[in-house]
């Protein structure tokens, strides 16, 4: 994996009237901490981490945090928060990490090829949409793919038989599925509700005169007006 350079200013004040001054200037707020890193408060442009949050590995991508007093951090992207309706990027978290320590992460996981088994009318479940993995920092990949092709209805693929790069250990049990051909539901949810011909009604309309039952309307009929 590439390290990705993103520049940073220390930060002075804080609060909100000191981010909408920096955020008009073209800044958002940061910070950056680590087990050995006390909080730091520093500045970045949005649209510099756009680029990496873009970029093949987004949100697992490693960043040398480069300050301007010459300092230097690795860092990965913790969080990030856009604002609800501009839908721009107005806060980031940045976490230090070490290239010779193992990080925890989730990657991106997909499924190629058209199951045997959805040929045949099955359905392909996805169980994850990414996986967690341990692995030092620049060996992350990008994206981890199986090929279910072969998968034919009602088999499974286990995270045993994920073919992963050398280092990267699936943090999942071996017998973990993380994708199924499903058998195709019978009958959908309007069709389960049809009564079946010759079938009772749910409830008879009650008859002429009857009282009504507790806590219910009396019939049409009976209403008399108030004079």
């Given at each position: ?119 045949t009318g099955g359905v392909l479940q ?67 509700a049809k009564p079946a011909a010759g ?28 004079k």
């Amino acid at each position: 994996m590439e390290i990705i350079k993103l520049n940073a200013t220390r930060r002075e004040e804080s609060g909100k009237s000191a981010s909408s001054r920096l955020r008009r200037a073209g800044q958002i707020p940061a910070i950056a901490y680590g087990r050995e890193l006390a909080p730091l408060s520093v500045a970045v442009s949005p649209k510099a981490l756009l680029q990496v949050l873009g970029s093949d590995h987004g949100k697992n991508s490693v960043v040398e945090l480069a300050i301007e007093n010459g300092e230097t951090l690795t860092v990965m992207v913790r969080d990030y928060d856009y604002h609800p309706v501009s839908r721009e990027l107005v806060h980031a978290d940045f976490i230090q990490v070490k290239l010779d320590q193992p990080v925890d992460v989730h990657v991106p996981f997909r499924c190629v090829g058209k199951p045997k088994g959805v040929v045949t009318g099955g359905v392909l479940q996805q169980i994850f949409r990414t996986i967690p993995v341990r692995c030092l920092p620049e060996k992350i990949p990008s994206f981890i793919e199986i090929d279910v092709t072969e998968l034919d209805l009602g088999e499974s693929y286990k995270a045993s038989g994920l073919n992963l790069p050398e280092g990267v250990k699936a943090l999942l049990s071996d017998d973990q599925t993380i994708a199924v051909v499903n058998a195709p539901e019978k009958a959908g949810p309007e069709e389960e509700a049809k009564p079946a011909a010759g079938a009772p009604a749910a409830a008879a309309a009650p008859a002429a005169g009857a009282a009504p039952a507790k806590g219910g309307a009396a019939p049409a009929g009976d209403k008399k007006d108030k004079k």
